[in-house]
Nanobody, 111 residues
Framework: QLVESGGGLVETGGSLTLACAAS??????????MRWFRQAPGKERAWVAQ???????YYPDFVKGRFTISRDNANNRIFLEMNALQPNDTAVYYC?????WGLGTQVTVSS
C-alpha cells in the first residue's frame, strides 16, 4: 500500500515536498523502480521523476532542475521535493513503486 502526503496550495515560485509512505509487501529498499507521476485535469498521467535501485535519478525536461526525488529506506518512504512551482504544475501527484500506486495528493499552484 502506498499513501501520498504533502500536497496543498502554494503560490507561484513556492515549494512543496511530497512524501509517499509504503507499507505491507512494498519495500523501498528492494524496489526495482520508484517513480512520481502527475495528472492535471483533462490530461493524461505524466511521469515526473524516477529513481533506480542504484540511486540514479531521471526527470523529464519540464521539471529538471526543479524537482528532486529521494528515498528513505529505513522508514520505507520516498519523497518529491518541488521548487519554483508554476501554475502548470497543478495536478494530482501519484507515487508508483514497482506495480503499486497510491491514491494521489493534490498540488495546486496559484498564479
Amino acid at each position: 500500500q502506498l499513501v501520498e502526503s504533502g500536497g496543498g496550495l502554494v503560490e507561484t515560485g513556492g515549494s512543496l515536498t511530497l512524501a509517499c509512505a509504503a507499507s505491507g509487501r512494498t519495500s523501498i529498499a528492494s524496489a526495482l523502480a520508484m517513480r512520481w507521476f502527475r495528472q492535471a485535469p483533462g490530461k493524461e498521467r505524466a511521469w515526473v521523476a524516477q529513481m533506480l535501485p542504484s540511486g540514479a535519478t531521471y526527470y523529464p525536461d519540464f521539471v529538471k532542475g526543479r524537482f528532486t526525488i529521494s528515498r528513505d529506506n529505513a522508514n520505507n518512504r520516498i519523497f518529491l521535493e518541488m521548487n519554483a512551482l508554476q501554475p502548470n504544475d497543478t495536478a494530482v501527484y501519484y507515487c508508483n513503486i514497482n506495480s503499486d500506486w497510491g491514491l494521489g495528493t493534490q498540488v495546486t499552484v496559484s498564479s
